[in-house]
């Protein structure tokens, strides 16, 4: 044990062997006591009203979505001619090239905020997969199957499941982080 001043003050200083005879639950509370945040936090009561603001939103939403899809599928003719069909699909593609690009920059760079376009990416690749077998003529329905199952949905899975390692691993990697608790049941700590 190693006792300093530091400002003025006794600073005590804990031995390794000192910290590996405290339980988990210790280490977990001196952790936390040693924690301070760098960013000014929002007040709880703040967060809250977001939170249940954008739950209502959600479920809302998908309350919404259920009378409608089957009002669609009762009145959409089964054949539709589109306007500006090429610039839809040119727009969406720049759209995944803009994705990919920034998947690339930031993996990269190896930042951590990679896993939301890498998700987002993951889950275009699989609408765009969808919706190429989906729209395809007759004639191109195998060519459009064929890179979905080659290409599209591969990548999908690729970007998609190392968002999650990675999320998983940033879980694994907090100081406070319940070792009991699998990492996708993690709480969001306010």
């Known amino acids: 044990m ?5 400002a003025g003050v006794a600073v005590r200083e804990l031995s390794d062997e000192e910290i590996a005879a405290m339980s988990e639950e210790e280490r977990r509370a001196l952790i936390q006591r040693l924690h301070t945040p760098r960013l000014r936090l929002p007040r709880p009561e703040v967060v809250n009203l977001i939170r249940r603001a954008r739950l209502a939103l959600m479920v809302g939403g998908c309350l919404a979505l259920i009378p409608w899809m089957v009002y669609l599928g009762l009145t959409l003719p089964d054949d539709y001619q589109a306007r500006n069909w090429p610039a839809a699909w040119i727009g969406f593609d720049i759209a995944l090239v803009l994705m990919m690009a920034t998947c690339a920059y930031l993996g990269w760079r ?29 004639d191109d329905i195998w060519t459009s199957i064929g890179t979905a199952m ?7 899975v690729v970007q998609i499941s190392g968002a999650i390692m990675m999320l998983r691993y ?11 608790l699998s990492p996708l049941r993690a709480r969001i700590p306010f």
């Open 150 to 156: 080659l290409g599209e949905i591969p990548l999908a």
């Open 2 to 6: 190693t006792v300093a001043k530091e």
């Open 110 to 138: 190896r930042r951590v905020v990679l896993i939301l376009p890498a998700f987002g990416t993951g889950m275009l690749l699989l609408v765009d997969a969808w919706f190429d077998i989906i729209t395809a003529e007759p």
């Open 170 to 180: 940033l879980i694994l990697a907090h100081p406070l982080k319940d070792p009991i």
